[in-house]
């Protein structure tokens, strides 16, 4: 399934990500995103879905990366506050959405690790 991520820093130490349950029951912190659906660009799905995994509205800024079928955007909040509606039969999974510090290695596993190392390059150059 294609699938299409944001990220969202803020005070260029803190990143936006949710905790949610894998298919094998896991719990892990990724990126809010998800599935792409039929008729959908990655672009409006990204959108779609991090409002209604976290309650904020985006603007997209540019792709960062498409690997494996995911594509990734730098993005920026335009609106909303942060919120997780837990009566969404699409938010069931997730456990809890939050800023994560950047320096926080616990929180990144082998996957998003990769993206936050970019994210953190990216920022000691601006």
Not at 6 to 12: D, T
């Amino acid at each position: 399934m294609l699938r299409s991520q944001a990220i969202i820093v803020r005070n260029n130490n803190q990143i936006l990500m949710v905790r949610q349950r894998t298919d094998r029951g896991k719990l892990v912190w990724s990126y809010p995103g998800g599935g792409i659906e039929q008729g959908e660009t990655p672009e409006e799905a990204c959108i779609r879905e991090v409002k209604e995994e976290t309650g904020y509205e985006i603007t997209l800024h540019e792709r960062m990366s498409e690997v494996k079928h995911k594509h990734t955007y730098w993005a920026e909040i335009i609106g909303g506050t942060l919120s997780l509606d837990k009566t969404k039969p699409y938010n069931q999974e997730i456990v809890e959405v939050d800023w994560i510090d950047l320096q926080d290695e616990a929180k990144f596993d082998s996957i998003t690790k990769q993206i936050r190392d970019i994210v953190m390059q990216r920022l000691a150059k601006e």
